[in-house]
């Protein structure tokens, strides 16, 4: 069983910056980590993904060169760099763990944490 806790989301303007951070606990060797979100009346929808080593990322083409996916093992965090934020980057962002490799798929992921808020604000 693996826990996983999201944090650092908040109000912010158009143009601004936030840091999202995830936590895992429990079993959690080799495992890869996704952030996807989630706006109302929307489906959630992938965000970024990074694998165990690092080696391995992928983004969703609207947040490409805004947003950046890292990861401290030694932490068991994963952290979301999100830069020029837009209105419509507003979502609960979620963070999700799945063994060895990356997915952009929903369904791909085990374990899910509760979200955090981003409302950017115009």
């Known amino acids: 069983q693996v826990h996983v806790v999201e944090s650092g989301g908040g109000v912010v303007q158009d143009g601004g910056s936030l840091r999202l951070s995830c936590a895992a606990s429990?079993?959690?060797?080799?495992?890869?980590m996704g952030w996807f979100r989630q706006a109302p009346g929307k489906e959630r929808e992938f965000v970024a993904a990074?694998?165990?080593?690092?080696?391995?990322?992928s983004y969703a083409d609207s947040v490409k060169g805004r947003f950046t996916i890292s990861r401290d093992n030694a932490k068991n965090t994963v952290y979301l760099q999100m830069n020029d934020l837009k209105p419509e980057d507003t979502a609960v962002y979620y963070c999700?763990?799945?063994?060895?490799?990356?997915?952009?798929?929903?369904?791909?992921?085990?374990?899910w944490g509760q979200g955090t808020q981003v409302t950017v604000s115009s």
């Open positions: 999700a763990v799945k063994e060895l490799m990356i997915s952009t798929t929903r369904g791909a992921y085990d374990y």
């Open positions: 429990g079993r959690t060797g080799n495992y890869a």
């Open positions: 990074i694998s165990w080593t690092g080696g391995s990322m």
